[in-house]
């Protein structure tokens, strides 16, 4: 199995950013390095994560002058040293063994770029219900129109190099632009797999609506493309903390 450039973005996520590195430091798979880019947080987000130096030997805190998802991104794919990267959010969790299960679920099936599904197994019943129809959406949209959660998504520094990356003009929707560009090239799938995702997000937009919102998204992506205009605005860390 190859190693693995881990790409995590930061914002003010002193409360998350530990969980997630805990969970990669017990990782059965270990080639990988880890690259933090934080987008110039208020909180010790930074230096949460630098405490994690001796549990993560390959592990770099980087820190952003200016905010961004996408910039966030970009940045750390060209830190990467490795072809394979892992780009990931802060308060995403981990089992053991998921690395280990997607490198070999990739390698299998020769995926550059691939998705992963959100699970929901510790979350309540009404989590569960939204959480599945968000993958079903996911699933039935990749062998035509793809999406993706950013939270996490694999691709390779060729990959990420030869589409440019991902479009920093895109607030909304700039992970589902990702890898419908590189599925134009490669062959996009999503993995066998499921991550650990915060409710927090649900909790806060509510479910149906932040379901909605994201549906409106993409059926204004598939009619009439990429918005670049904020026509519908999105604040990159704008959930408050439960």
């Not at 950013?150 to 990959?159: D, L, N, P």
């Amino acid at each position: 199995m190859g190693p693995v450039s881990i790409v995590v973005i930061t914002l003010n996520e002193e409360k998350r950013v530990g969980r997630l590195l805990n969970d990669l430091s017990k990782q059965t798979h270990q080639d990988f390095e880890v690259i933090v880019v934080d987008s110039n947080s208020e909180d010790n987000t930074c230096q949460v994560a630098s405490a994690f130096e001796a549990s993560l030997p390959k592990l770099t805190v980087h820190q952003m002058a200016t905010r961004g998802v996408s910039l966030g991104r970009n940045t750390g794919a060209a830190m990467a040293q490795y072809e394979r990267i892992l780009f990931l959010d802060a308060d995403v969790r981990l089992a053991p063994t998921f690395l280990a299960n997607a490198i070999s679920q990739l390698e299998e099936k020769q995926l550059e770029v691939a998705g992963v599904y959100m699970g929901a197994d510790a979350l309540p019943l009404a989590h569960k219900i939204g959480y599945g129809l968000f993958n079903l959406g996911l699933f039935i949209t990749q062998y035509t129109f793809p999406t993706a959660v950013g939270a996490c998504i694999f691709s390779t520094k060729r990959a990420h190099n030869e589409i440019g990356g991902f479009d920093l003009e895109i607030t909304l929707c700039e992970d589902c632009d990702y890898v419908k560009r590189a599925s134009k090239t490669w062959r996009f799938r999503f993995l066998n797999l499921t991550f650990g995702f915060d409710p927090r997000r649900l909790d806060q937009e509510g479910i149906f609506k932040m379901g909605a919102t994201y549906l409106k998204a993409n059926v204004r992506r598939f009619f009439f493309g990429e918005m670049r205009n904020n026509e519908m605005e999105y604040k990159f860390g704008h959930y408050k903390e439960q």
